[in-house]
Nanobody, 124 residues
Framework: QVQLVESGGGLVQAGGSLRLSCAAS????????MGWFRQAPGKEREFVAA????????SYEDSVKGRFTTSRDNAKNTVYLQMNSVKPEDTAVYFC?????????????????WGQGTQVTVSS
């Protein structure tokens, strides 16, 4: 199995940028498809982005396309989410997750391992 720890969240003004990191330990990181999800208060956890084992982008959620970029560094066992031009509606707890498969990567149930989440708050 793999353990995931997110970092990089915080308070940012609308239009600003944040870079989230997710560090993995345990089973070889390159074995997993990695996803980012977010959960706002009172809402369900939703898909944000996913990247294949070798770093190809699977998809972005429509509202973050052109603003967010995910990448991974398998040598550092880390996946990143670069968030640019953030909006107040991006406010949420952001989670990284690891999956054995790239199929149906937008469903939370496809991910076996989750980090604890990091809070991102965007002020207007």
């Amino acid at each position: 199995q793999v353990q995931l720890v997110e970092s990089g969240g915080g308070l940012v003004q609308a239009g600003g940028s944040l870079r989230l990191s997710c560090a993995a330990s345990g089973r070889p990181f390159s074995s997993y498809v990695m996803g980012w999800f977010r959960q706002a208060p009172g809402k369900e956890r939703e898909f944000v982005a996913a990247v294949t084992r070798n770093g190809d982008i699977l998809s972005y959620e429509d509202s973050v396309k052109g603003r967010f970029t995910t990448s991974r560094d398998n040598a550092k066992n880390t996946v990143y989410l670069q968030m640019n031009s953030v909006k107040p509606e991006d406010t949420a707890v952001y989670f990284c997750a690891a999956s054995y498969s790239s199929s149906n990567y937008y469903y939370t149930r496809k991910y076996a391992y989750w980090g604890q989440g990091t809070q991102v708050t965007v002020s207007s």
